[in-house]
């Protein structure tokens, strides 16, 4: 199911996305799910389906738990979503683990690993001349 973005789509899901922070925070009251983030709502054109994505702070091993709830819950969010918001047809909703947050994390850790594997083979070349803009100066006439 691909997911065109338009403009009209994109302000429900940002909508979606600010109403369900709020069902998920006063509604579920679920204090395993107080650390969910919504990272992106993607609307489908036709507004039949909503797939929200969700990063989430803790144990790694919880994580499928947790959206699962969240599936779980997703009846009862669609329902009061329904009563919030003024759209003829309300989303189904579906969530997903987003991640873009896990991989951003671990190739930044590929990339300073890298860095310091490169630093500790070239030791004698300093930071500094890889910040120089300009050549080094000719040496003076003489010397």
């Known amino acids: 199911m691909a997911m065109k973005t338009i403009p009209r789509t994109r302000r429900i899901g940002e909508q979606l996305r600010r109403e369900l922070a709020e069902l998920i925070r006063d509604e579920l009251r679920d204090p395993r799910l107080t650390l969910v983030s ?5 609307v489908s ?20 738990e947790r959206v699962d709830e969240l599936n779980r819950a997703a009846p009862l969010l669609r329902r009061e979503l329904g009563r919030r918001m003024r759209l003829r047809v309300i989303p189904k909703l ?8 896990e991989r951003g994390a671990q190739l930044s850790a590929l990339i300073d690993a890298a860095v310091a594997a490169d630093a500790s083979r070239h030791p004698h070349d300093s930071a500094d001349h890889d910040l120089c803009l300009s050549p080094p100066a000719p040496p003076e006439p003489g010397t």
């Open 38 to 42: 919504m990272t992106s709502v993607e």
């Open 94 to 101: 579906e969530f997903c683990y987003d991640e873009v947050v």
């Open 45 to 64: 054109r036709d507004l039949a389906y909503a797939r929200i994505y969700v990063t989430l702070l803790g144990d790694p091993a919880d994580r499928i």
